[in-house]
């Protein structure tokens, strides 16, 4: 599992631009392509992240969940909000039906 960075407080890594990174290792040109290991390796390091990590479909796969899982959290407190807010809205309509009538016309 990817581990947060104490320096930057990221801790996902930026894997289009680790692709665009590594692309550049075909350079002709030797000291481009050095360039771009290390920079690709300064972007494994910064998330606090190993090669194997960031190559194991593990890796990949518990980051996906850990994405999705706080995303449905998010998105179950989102839905309870709206059906609570719901819920007192129908009874107010309920509890003063001429209020309702009135408010249509």
Request: net charge negative; with cysteine; aromatic share 4%.
């Amino acid at each position: 599992m990817i581990e947060p960075n104490t320096t930057t407080g990221s801790d996902e890594l930026d894997r289009d631009k680790l692709a665009k990174v590594l692309g550049m290792l075909a350079s002709p040109h030797d000291g481009e392509s050095l360039a771009a290991g290390r920079a690709a390796d300064a972007l494994v390091r910064a998330v606090g992240a190993t090669w194997e990590t960031v190559l194991s479909d593990s890796g990949i796969a518990e980051e996906a969940c850990r994405v999705l899982l706080t995303e449905n959290v998010e998105l179950r407190f989102e839905n309870e909000n709206f059906t609570a807010g719901s819920k007192r809205c129908f009874a107010k309509r309920t509890a003063h039906p001429s209020a309702a009538l009135r408010s249509r016309s």
